[in-house]
């Protein structure tokens, strides 16, 4: 960077200090001048006097004595001083003695001395002799040519050194200035020139040496402390500048690809939009929505709404949420929301108007969708609560007519009144079904269905189940058969209860639409995970099947395969409906494989968090019998599919065989080999030869007759245990087969042998599934809390037939009396009675500071309410469980187990009958 000379602030200053010291030179130099003209003034005159003073005397004698000669001599010593030019002695008459001038003035001067000292100055000086007499006088005109020359002279050289010494000191000043002060600069400032823009505080300037501690230095700190502070608001801004680019492009971003149309625009026309809203009006780009939309509000279906909104805006009201109807380019009606509020200046004048456009036609639909969703929901939850009710005023006597139906059954009866009563508990059992399905099909469809969820043996659900609706199979000659495979859990978490009301769906169906075959029931493991596994449950029948185009009316409310006024098969169609939905709330999936007259499988899936146990159930035979040979006999092939599975799990040395002249002969065979079977488990009913007669076979042949023989039935009737305890049969038991039922009974069966050494054995004690039940609590009370008789009596002759004592009160307030004197181990209680219901009757038996003997005791509600909120109302008040009426026996006996203190007993005395 290039500055001239006379630009420099060296130059500058050096100027501007050699000026002030020149007019102060100069000031100073004209001072010095005048006090010397003074002073040459004054000397002029001092030495005039002292001239004319050394001829004064010799001048009065010369004019005393009128001596001319002495005269002219005294004027030539005046005439030696240069500045005298004229004398004049007069006498004491004013008489001229002697005189004499001389002209020494330069023209060029002349004018200076006059301005100096006055030109030419004459003085006078009286000439006196002794005793001061006067004589005369001198005159002495005294010309200031030569003083004034000298005196010029000097001026000039005062003057003339003055401009030197300023013109040596400027130069001086100059260069010092320069090194100093220009120099430092021009560093400071190329410095400061090269300085990256980017990066200010990247190199700092560096203080001048000789400079750290002045203004210099000062400068630099500054400049330096400048450059930090502007690399810093640099970095400030430059951040700034990112955070504003970034959120520029992130609301771009946002405006660009928002759903909703994102506008400005005047009275009349949009300025800006984004995409959105050209999309959201049917236009390919904002700018065609500008090309073709003069004016805004030709777009409004509804000229009022138009100017509704006018009116606000103009009022620079904040618009929200205002609904209107607008047209698209193709003319389609749409519904908009739009949000929009003026923009101001600072004069508070409109500038334009921002806001929010939002298609809410979807929306709309919706809102009318749900309105009617809501109304039709309500119709239903109307209906249901309807059926709910028409469901307990039912449920009463129902309970009474089953449950007195099924004591009258157990009385001695004619065959015509078996029959009857027969025909009755059908007739009722079947509206049961078809109330339970209506029932359940209202809780769905007013959203109230409801699951407990707790772990249960999942082996023991199933089979009750089986045992439960095997009666019916078993009735019509079918088989019924339940296989549950060994790799599937022992227990499962979930709703047992649930889950047996799908399966006994199925089954039912399976059973009602089967004249012929069999019906199984297979459960298996279809999926596993770390956390849960989803089991498969198929219901498989060799009945009518169900015709390719007829299976998409399976799963759906009052839907039938055959819907004709002459169907062979009655039924509403809820069954199904009603397990598909429960299915599906239970996270799984069911479905149907079918083909006309090949039978059906309905299968199904759930899924069921995954125990911390090993899932894989594991028992064996104890050792002592665990080597035995078992032959298996049935013509079933299914039947011999479940025993094997079972004596698998076991471990068991066995053999299966399907008729039984081939049984008799492998059992002859093993025993002349010396590897004899020693139990022999037999099916009654087989074609060639039954049951009973091959145990006769059997027990008739000296070397077969020491077998043990298990008989299975699947018609238990009157006597027939007796009958095979006669001809030599060790147990009788009745199928669907029970996995542990079979288990004890073989192993109590086995155990009553003793080794062929032994000559008396001892006869094992006869075994049936009524006496492997007996296991129970001999002490068990229950005390039964129900004013209606006819209930009363049904549960009373449950119980006792199930081999429990109990007592009953017919209201609250009699129970809390006997709970006062007897430490009973269950209470069922009835909801709705008399002076006392059951939900005081609760609340006092739970409160501790009551007479009542045991405040813990377990309380089963029972009542014909079967909704959500009766059963959540039940355990609120403090109940433990809950039973609905009319009462099954499974499900009685079942939850009546979960709260005794012998849990193992088993229930299955409850349906003996």
């Not at 090993?614 to 006999?633: C, F, M, N, S, W």
Request: one cysteine or more.
């Amino acid at each position: 960077m290039q500055i001239k000379f006379r630009n420099r602030l060296s130059y500058q200053q050096a100027k501007q200090t050699v000026f002030v010291a020149f007019i102060l030179g100069l000031i100073l130099s004209t001072v010095q001048i005048g006090m010397d003209l003074i002073k040459e003034r004054q000397q002029m005159n001092s030495t005039i006097v002292q001239v004319v003073s050394m001829q004064l005397d010799s001048a009065a004698r010369a004019t005393y004595e009128i001596d001319s000669i002495q005269a002219a001599n005294v004027i030539r010593g005046l005439f030696k001083y240069e500045s005298i030019c004229e004398v004049f002695i007069f006498d004491d008459f004013g008489k001229v003695v002697a005189t004499d001038k001389r002209t020494v003035s330069d023209p060029q001067m002349s004018q200076l001395m006059e301005l100096l000292f006055e030109g030419q100055k004459s003085y006078d000086f009286p000439l006196t002799v002794e005793e001061n007499q006067k004589v005369g006088s001198l005159r002495v005109t005294v010309d200031s040519y030569h003083v004034a020359k000298n005196f010029v002279n000097r001026a000039l050289l005062i003057l003339i050194s003055g401009i030197v010494r300023n013109i040596v000191l400027a130069f001086i000043l100059t260069l010092f200035f320069y090194y100093s002060l220009t120099l430092p600069l021009l560093k400071m400032i190329k410095k400061v020139a090269s300085t990256d823009p980017a990066k200010p505080a990247e190199e700092m300037l560096e203080e001048p040496r000789g400079h750290e501690q002045d203004e210099m230095g000062l400068l630099v700190k500054t400049i330096n402390d400048l450059l930090t502070g502007f690399e810093k608001s640099l970095l400030t801004r430059r951040e700034a500048e990112k955070a504003l680019r970034e959120s520029e492009e992130k609301y771009r971003s946002i405006i660009e690809n928002a759903s909703e149309g994102i506008f400005q625009a005047n009275h009349r026309r949009f300025l800006t939009a984004n995409p959105a809203l050209a999309q959201i009006l049917g236009f390919a780009s904002f700018q065609e929505v500008i090309g073709k939309v003069d004016h805004i509000g030709k777009l409004f279906a509804d000229g009022k709404a138009a100017k509704t909104l006018y009116r606000r805006i103009r009022r620079k009201e904040k618009v929200e949420n205002f609904e209107f109807q607008a047209f698209r380019q193709d003319d389609s009606l749409i519904d908009l929301s739009v949000n929009v509020h003026a923009v101001c200046d600072a004069s508070g004048q409109v500038r334009y108007y921002e806001g929010l456009l939002e298609d809410i036609t979807q929306r709309k639909h919706a809102e009318k969708l749900k309105i009617e969703k809501d109304a039709a929901e309500a119709a239903n939850s109307a209906k249901s609560e309807f059926l709910a009710n028409m469901s307990h005023e039912i449920r009463t006597p129902m309970n009474g007519i089953i449950g007195m139906t099924g004591l009258l059954m157990d009385t001695e009866l004619t065959n015509e009144q078996q029959g009857f009563a027969s025909a009755v508990q059908f007739s009722a059992d079947s509206l049961l079904s078809i109330i339970n399905d209506i029932l359940d099909f209202s809780k769905i469809e007013a959203g109230k269905m409801d699951f407990e969820i707790y772990d249960f043996d999942l082996r023991q659900t199933v089979e009750d189940m089986t045992e439960m609706i095997s009666l019916k199979a078993h009735e019509k000659g079918l088989e019924f058969a339940c296989l549950i495979q060994p790799d599937v859990p022992a227990r499962i978490r979930g709703d047992a209860g649930r889950l047996r009301q799908i399966l006994i769906n199925l089954s039912g169906n399976a059973i009602k639409f089967t004249e012929k075959g069999e019906v199984v029931v297979r459960v298996s493991l279809h999926h596993e995970t770390e956390k849960d596994v989803t089991l498969r449950f198929a219901v498989s029948d060799t009945g009518i099947g169900i015709p390719a185009d007829r299976l998409d009316r399976l799963f759906k409310s009052f839907s039938q395969v055959d819907e004709s006024t002459t169907r062979k098969y009655g039924g509403t169609g809820l069954g199904l409906a009603v397990s598909k939905k429960l299915v599906e709330l239970m996270g799984g999936e069911i479905n149907v494989e079918s083909s006309h007259g090949e039978g059906s499988t309905f299968w199904f899936t759930i899924i069921s968090e995954k125990l911390a146990q090993d899932h894989i159930e594991k028992v064996e035979l104890p050792q002592d019998i665990k080597g035995k040979r078992i032959l298996a006999v049935d013509d079933s092939a299914i039947n011999l599919e479940v025993l094997s599975s079972f004596f698998k799990v076991w471990g068991c040395d066995y053999q299966v065989v399907s008729l039984a002249k081939a049984a008799f002969q492998m059992l002859s065979k093993a025993a002349l080999t010396g590897v004899p079977y020693h139990l022999v488990i037999i099916d009654y009913m087989m074609p060639d030869i039954d049951g009973e007669m091959l145990g006769r076979i059997i027990k008739a042949d000296p070397i077969l007759k020491e077998t043990v023989l298990i008989m299975l039935t699947s018609r238990g009737m009157r006597g027939d245990a007796a009958k095979m305890k006669q001809i030599g049969f060790t147990a009788y038991l009745t199928k669907p087969i029970r996995k542990q039922q079979l288990f004890e009974c073989i192993v109590k069966s086995l155990s009553g042998i003793k080794p062929s050494t032994v000559k008396e054995t001892v006869q094992p004690e006869f075994i049936t599934q009524f006496t492997l039940a007996e296991k129970k609590e001999a002490a068990t009370r229950i005390l039964l809390v129900e004013d209606n008789e006819i209930n009363r009596k049904v549960a009373l002759h449950m119980l006792k037939k199930a081999g429990y004592e109990a007592d009953f009160s017919i209201n609250g307030r009699e129970a809390i009396q006997a709970l006062e004197k007897t430490p009973y181990h269950l209470v069922l209680m009835d909801v709705n009675m008399p002076e006392m219901d059951g939900f005081e009757t609760t609340k006092i038996i739970r409160d501790q500071n009551s007479k009542v003997l045991n405040h813990d005791v377990p309380i089963i509600a029972m009542t014909a309410y079967a909704m959500r909120d009766d059963r959540e109302r039940c355990l609120q008040k403090g109940m433990d469980d809950y039973i609905s009426k009319p009462i099954k026996p499974a499900v009685f006996f079942d939850t009546i187990l979960k709260y005794l203190p012998n849990h193992e007993a088993a229930s299955q005395g409850s349906e003996s009958g």
